[in-house]
């Protein structure tokens, strides 16, 4: 199994899965088409794959995501040691620093467990709080143990740079970043996020990795399949836009008939292949779970790398 290593101290797979979707009804449409059985079986898949690193959050579902994950652990015992990355949102009222303790006890009980892997800081956002005593209450819980590492998410270059001094004070070293990336999303590429992450050896969690299902190829121009949820108002989904990115997802597919691989894999990969760079793509189904795993395990040649990348 392909993995990479956080803070220089964590072994993880390459690739995580995201719960977003798990248990949110604003903006995925959780229990309209798909359900519990079916995110129940996307967490069974992703472990039986390999693939045991799992990104939820306290708002998604407004706690609904980080309960489905506690119950499933609880009810599927599994051999494998997981690992679970939550994140806490910086809320206005949230200005003392048992505030943020109190966040990390109310995500351990809808877990169901006494320590995390990684706890995130969602948005870059600190208001009365301030980040030094924010990072300082992070550090803490490190050292009391109810926390393995520590991420930002969404956060600018020099903002991380901040926090990874500030943590670094304490004897934490920042672990991860985790902002938008993905062939068609790629600020991180030009705000300095991406070399700074590299210098300072702070790995980029890659999140809405398949651009929300636009790079599986599923929607296309001249299919009548449309995306459930918020993503109907969406116009990269609209017609127009769908012709905007058909010669993308036209190379996604020659090279899916190359590699005998699917447009999602392909797109993954592209993640995956260039190091400090782990995606974690949102699994709403077992197949789809079981799909994203084969992203791992194998690289696309640097010349499809470079053509993927200059058509994109
Ligand atoms: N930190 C942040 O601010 C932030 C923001 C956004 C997301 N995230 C994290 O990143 C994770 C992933 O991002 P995302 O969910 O926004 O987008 P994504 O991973 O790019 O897309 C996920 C969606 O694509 C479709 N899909 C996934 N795998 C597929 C496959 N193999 N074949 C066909 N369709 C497939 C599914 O939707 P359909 O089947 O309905 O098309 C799925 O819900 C989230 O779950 C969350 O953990 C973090």
Redesign the pocket.
């Known amino acids: 199994m392909q993995t990479v290593k956080l803070a220089e101290q964590l072994t993880v797979p390459a690739i995580g899965i995201?719960?977003?979707?798990w248990g949110d009804g604003l903006f995925?449409s959780y229990g309209q088409d798909y359900g519990q059985s079916e995110v129940e079986g996307a967490f069974k898949a992703a472990i039986d794959q390999g693939v045991t690193f799992f990104?939820?959050?306290e708002v998604?579902g407004l706690g609904k995501s980080e309960k489905l994950i506690g119950q499933f652990l609880s009810s599927n015992p599994t051999p494998k040691s997981l690992q679970i990355a939550t994140?806490f949102f910086p809320l206005p009222w949230r200005w003392t620093k048992a505030t943020v303790s109190d966040a990390l006890t109310d995500s351990l009980n809808r877990l169901q467990v006494k320590q995390i892997e990684l706890y995130q800081v969602?948005?870059p956002f600190d208001f009365f709080l301030g980040e030094q005593a924010l990072m300082e209450v992070l550090a803490k819980e490190v050292h009391q143990g109810r926390i393995l590492t520590v991420g930002v998410?969404?956060y600018s270059a020099q903002k991380m740079k901040k926090a990874y001094f500030l943590l670094k004070e304490h004897g934490v070293r920042l672990a991860v970043n985790?902002v938008?990336y993905?062939l068609l999303s790629r600020q991180i590429e030009r705000n300095g996020i991406l070399e700074t992450a590299k210098q300072l050896g702070i790995t980029i969690l890659a999140?809405?990795?398949?651009?929300?299902?636009l790079?599986?190829g599923?929607y296309r121009l001249n299919r009548t399949n449309r995306?459930?949820?918020a993503r109907k108002l969406d116009p990269r989904f609209s017609p127009q836009g769908l012709e905007k990115v058909e010669p993308l997802l036209e190379q996604l597919e020659h090279l899916s008939q190359k590699y005998q691989k699917?447009p999602?894999q392909i797109a993954l990969n592209w993640l995956i292949s260039q190091g400090g760079v782990m995606p974690?793509?949102?699994?709403?189904t077992a197949?789809?779970a079981s799909?994203?795993a084969g992203a791992l395990n194998w690289q696309l040649s640097a010349e499809d790398f470079t053509k993927l990348d200059k058509i994109a």
């Open positions: 995201g719960t977003w979707s995925w990104d939820t959050a998604y994140k969602h948005w998410s969404n985790q938008r993905s999140y809405s990795p398949l651009e929300q299902g790079l599986t599923k995306p459930q949820g699917t999602a974690i793509p949102g699994a709403k197949e789809q799909q994203n």
